[in-house]
Structures are given as C-alpha cells and as structure tokens.
C-alpha cells in the first residue's frame, strides 16, 4: 500500500491535501518537520510539502528537518505554495516577495511534463501567497506560468522533485485532482 | 472514501465506549450541530439533551422555526438566552473580541445547563474548517476549544464529544442525509457562530443588528433559488476616505471610478495569515460589469484590503447612516470560495428593496474571493 507523508507547517490546506489523496484511495499522514529523515524515510513512499504562513528564507529555523527532507528524500517530493518556494530554495533557485497572488488566477502550461498531464493549456488556479519563486534552481525546469508569476510550475524530473505554486487540493483549482494523482501514482 | 454507513457504525460504537451519564448538544439549527446530535442520540438515546440557544443573534424566527422542523428526530429544549447575550456583547467593536466574547458567554452558559441537569458531556458539530482556521489564527470560531488547550472539565465541568471534528461540509451534508435529516437542514447555508453580530460590522448596536436581521431576509429572498452556497447581507457605518493609490490601480476599468475605505475593518487571509485589514469600496461607472470582478486582484495584491466592494449605488434611500453589503459566494467545502458572476441587474433589484429601510444610506456587492477574504466580514 501506497503511504503519502504530508508534511504540515499548519497551512490552512493541508488536512484537505490528506482528505484528497484518501478520497482518490490512497493512504496519506500528516507529518511534522521534526521527525528525523530516517524515520520518514522508512514510513513513506512519497511526501508533500505544503503550505502554511512562514516566509522563506526568513523563517527557515521554524522548518525543522523540512529542508532535508526536500533535498535527500529518496521518494517523489511535491511541494506546495511554501513547500515549492522551500524546493526551489534549497536548490539554488530565487524567491521574491513582491508578486502576491491571492484567489482565482489563469495558469497556462509551458511544458506539461508528468504532473500536469491531462490539464487544459489553460486553466484556474487558487492561490494564496506572498513569496514566489523568480527564477527556478538550475536542472529544473519551468511548466507554468502566471501574468505575474513567473514559475507557477516546475519539475526536476531525474531527481522526482516537483513544485506548484498553486493549491491543487482545493477545489476552485481546476484539473486540482488530475494533478493530486498525477504526483500520487509516481509514488507506487 | 467517505461511506456515511460505516462512519456511523464507527462513531457509535465509539460514542458507546465512553462513560456517558449524560450529554447536551448544543444545536443551532445548522447541518453540522444537528447531526452530531443526531448520530450521538443512536448511540445513548434520552441521555442526550439537544437544546437550542436564543442567543437573539439569529434571524428572524428562526428559533421557533429550526425547533420546528427538527421535531420528531430531536426533542429540542429551546432557551432563550438572549439578555445574558446583548449583555456581553453590545458595545464591543473588534472582530476577534466579539468572536471570543461570545465563546465565553456560550460556554458559560453551557456549563451551568451541564450542571443543573447532572451531565458531564457536550457534544457539538465542530468540523474540520473550523478547528483549522482557529488553530491557524485566521479567527476564533466559537466551538473549538480542545483544539487550543482548553481543558473543558475543569474549566466548564464538561467533556468534549466532537464526532464531526475530520469532516468537511460536503460530507456532513453526505451524512445528514444519510441520517434523515430534513433536506431543509442539510441544505441551509452555513451561519455563523456568533450569528448576526458579526455581520453588524464594527461598533455592535441593537440599531445596527436590527438594520442586518431586515436585510438578511431581503437579500435571502432576492437571491433565492440561484445555486449559491451562502448568500447574506451586512451593514456597517457609511463612514469613509478616499484613497488617492487605491484609485490609480484601477483607473482604466472605469469612467470615472472612485475608490475608498471605509471606516471598519474587514477579516481577511493571504498567505495562510489573517489579514484584519481595510474594507474597499469602488464607486462610478465600469466599462463593462464583468470587470466588476477584476477589482479584487488590483486593490487586494500588496495593500491591507481584504474586501472589495462595488457600489450599487443608493437605490433611491433617503440617506439613512448605514452601508449594506451584499454577500455572495459559492463554495462546496469553505475553505475557498468563488463570487458567483450575478447579473447587474439582479442585484439592482435587491438593492431597491434594501434602500427602502430608512436606516440604509447606501447598497454595494462583495466582489472578493476567499482568499484574500474570508465569507463572513469578521
């Protein structure tokens, strides 16, 4: 069986990422960031981290292990919101903290890749943030974009890293679940 | 997957493990208090106690009327609690003060009907959004205590029986149903805990309450029928200033438009962090109506407003001292909600009728998004 670690920084979203993944069948936990690499490791296939308030890198120390486990998971990593400006952080990318998006905002795809397959060119997303990432980590690569987000979307496919700026788990977004699964079933 | 049929085989047998000599259930009316009673009787029958407080924040008859309805699936006691209520709470300005000033009055008064019957349980219908947006200190929704570190017994003398504390909204509705819950029940919008009083936006007066329990039913009834998950009114004091950067960031959406800020804050959340910030209110004539829904990104992004309106207009009131805002959205489980595109013309209807109540200087519609606002103003 399937086990989906979410790791919670108390975002308002992240019991509806659990109640997503269970209602698509899948087994899903939420984590805290102070649980050692180890223990994670051995517990679960893939995690996701999602969103909650703090702002990167300010609030880094209020983390925990949250940053290794983003860098040395063995598993598929998604992040969400922060879990994405943490991602494209930690591996060199650059956040800014000028482009707030809140609410409904058109996403348009550049590069489907694995976790937007099967969502329209075009769609809505919701979204809730401050921070954003400017400029991706070298060996990602771009798959969406907003009018004032740039790096809505990313992948580093050889390494199973994935970040969305956007929620897919609430239900505003569209394809929202499309995505969900797409990440869940690179976990089998 | 959410199965209504095991999850209450589940929580009976787990409801009858417990050491119950009796329990009341705090019901409002509401789909999420009414079925935990509900599925709470079917485990311990008579020694639940379902009784429904007249806080005097309802709406008109309601009351009377949720009493009503339920009668033959729950024998509710109906109290009227409504002078210890207006007591605590008119006069009170701040949103989070009046949230939590209700929960000390409501539980006090909970804990005292605990004791003169000789129980030792509470059960009520908290679900999943509620404890997440109270522990996440967006707001404090009245009925989550355990999730904050409130020890009920020895606070209140009363145990905590929560058996819809995981479940979102759609699947509440899911179980009500599966309950036998009247559909009336399982499809009324949600209201809030502390009713009416934190849709008299700002300073609470019984002027002010009043001026919301007429609109309420007005806007109710005038956008009846539409598909939409909650719709309501709210009034505060037409007390305003102009905003000389608001106005520039919206300019070419409009002849002429003029943005302000009302006196009175609004709830909001961006960024998974409550924002108490300004209310905004854009006025004069837009090139096209849909643009009244592109207002939200421009005056929201990067500033403290949390809620946009757009003037209706005063629909021919005769300069009364309050501004009532119409509130819609549509939404399956609360955590996001859309602002349905109503037509002008529907919402110039209801405005006409709201301007008829000499208390009402002005009508506007909510054209924000949660995020970056929350439903409710408070």
């Known amino acids: 069986m399937v086990t989906i670690g979410v790791v919670n920084f108390g975002g308002q979203y992240n019991h509806l990422i659990k109640r997503r993944l269970e209602d698509m069948g899948f087994t899903a936990r939420l984590i805290s960031s102070i649980e050692p690499l180890d223990i994670i490791t051995r517990e679960f296939d893939c995690l996701i981290v999602s969103g909650g308030s703090w702002n990167i890198p300010a609030d880094l120390p209020r983390l925990g292990n949250a940053p290794r486990y983003v860098l040395e998971f063995p598993g598929p990593v998604l992040g969400i919101c922060l879990g994405h400006q943490l991602m494209a952080y930690e591996y060199g990318g650059v956040l800014t903290s000028n482009k707030p998006e809140f609410g409904g905002v058109r996403v348009t795809i550049d590069d489907e890749d694995t976790i937007l397959r099967g969502v329209d060119r075009e769609f809505t997303a919701w979204e809730s943030h401050n921070v954003s990432v400017e400029r991706e980590p070298a060996g990602f690569t771009v798959l969406a974009h907003s009018s004032t987000v740039r790096v809505q979307a990313m992948a580093n496919e050889r390494i199973m890293r994935y970040g969305v700026q956007f929620h897919p788990e609430v239900k505003h977004t569209q394809f929202g679940d499309v995505i969900l699964r797409n990440f869940a079933e690179l976990c089998r | 997957m959410f199965i209504p049929e095991e999850f209450t085989k589940a929580v009976i047998n787990e409801i009858r493990r417990l050491e119950i000599r009796c329990a009341i259930a705090a019901v409002s009316g509401g789909v999420d208090s009414t079925t935990s009673a509900v599925i709470t009787r079917l485990a311990i029958n008579d020694r639940l106690i379902p009784v429904l407080f007249d806080t005097g924040f309802m709406r008109i008859n309601e009351p009377t009327e949720v009493t009503e309805s339920l009668r033959g699936l729950l024998p509710i006691r109906l109290i009227d609690v409504k002078e210890e209520f207006y007591t605590a709470m ?289």
């Open chain 2, 90 to 378: 008119m006069g009170l300005s701040d949103a989070e003060e009046k949230r939590v000033r209700f929960r000390s009055t409501f539980y006090s008064a909970l804990s005292k009907l605990v004791k003169d019957n000789g129980c030792d349980w509470l059960v009520q219908g908290t679900i999943a959004p509620d404890w997440i947006e109270t522990v996440g200190g967006i707001k404090t929704q009245h009925n989550v205590l355990a999730q904050i570190g409130i020890e009920t017994d020895k606070v209140y003398g009363f145990k905590l029986l929560e058996p819809l504390k995981e479940l979102y909204k759609d699947q509440v509705r899911a179980l009500a149903r599966f309950l036998g819950v009247p559909a009336s029940i399982v499809n009324r919008q949600p209201f809030p805990g502390p009713g009416l009083s934190i849709r008299a936006v700002g300073l609470l007066t019984m002027e002010k309450l009043n001026v919301v329990k007429w609109s309420t039913k007005i806007v109710e009834e005038g956008l009846n029928n539409l598909g939409l998950s909650q719709w309501f009114a709210a009034a505060w004091e037409d007390e305003r200033v102009y905003d000389e950067e608001l106005n520039k960031r919206v300019k070419d959406l409009g002849r002429g438009l003029t943005v302000e800020t009302f006196k009175v804050k609004g709830t909001g959340v961006k960024g998974d962090s409550r924002e108490y910030g300004r209310i905004a209110v854009v006025s004069g004539e837009l090139n096209k109506w849909s643009d009244a829904f592109n207002l939200y990104p421009r005056l929201t992004y990067g500033t403290d407003v949390t809620h946009v309106i757009y003037e209706l207009g005063d629909g021919g009131a005769k300069g009364g001292k309050f501004f009532v805002t119409i509130r819609a959205v549509t939404t399956s489980d609360y955590m996001t909600a859309d602002v349905p595109k109503l037509s002008r013309g529907i919402l110039t209807k209801v405005a006409r009728e709201l301007a008829k109540n000499d208390s009402v200087s002005s009508i506007g519609f909510d054209v924000t998004p949660k995020p970056p606002a929350t439903i409710e103003f408070e």
